[in-house]
């Protein structure tokens, strides 16, 4: 069975537009790579903490010397890291919050690119430890920023593509829904066009691809 992480990011309990089509995505996905099995982080509803001086000191010891306290102290980071490193597949959909990514889902990221865990420092640089996996990032935005001239600037893209390839995900793409706030003809043409997006991307997809 193939294992999907699903990651949540809109504070909006409802009408977020990037969760409901993700939501839509995610079960086309399942219907691809039947049996798929589904974990949801739901970041809007269930925020994480912020990392702490008692992770930060934690993570920077090796695993073997590290005493009960530490260990509790990395804890949820080890669970969302243990969540990914099970995935077959990860969807991120997120809103994009003054040109980059809400701070919940920079908190997610805090927790699972850890050094000694899913980074290894050498001398030559960092090693990623996660192991690559299908990504698909679906980006809500009230502007437009993918065109040229853009109207807005784009800092999330390049962000969660670096951060992702440091813990070793490279096979990542975005699926845009850009300029969902000029007006019901704008929003329309932007589902319209991720959805010929990810019919795309699921016409190439089947179980043994993943």
Known sequence: ?????????SPKTSGSYSGTFAESFVTQLQEVLSPANVVLRDLGRAPL????????????????????????????SDTLIEELEASDVLVIATPMHNFTLPSVLKAWVDHVVRAHRTIR??????????GDKHTYIIVSSGGHHSAQPAWQPDFLTPYLTEILRTVGITRIEFI??????????????AVSAAQLRTQAILATLTSTTI
């Open 1 to 9: 069975m193939k294992n999907i992480l699903f990651i949540r990011c």
């Open 49 to 76: 903490p912020h990392v702490t001086h008692a992770h930060t000191l934690a993570s920077e010891k090796q695993e073997g010397a590290r005493n009960e306290a530490e260990q509790e102290a990395l804890r949820l």
């Open 121 to 130: 420092l050498t001398p030559q640089g960092k090693v990623g430890l996660i």
């Open 176 to 189: 845009y829904l850009e300029a969902m706030n000029h007006g019901p003809a704008a929003a329309e043409q």
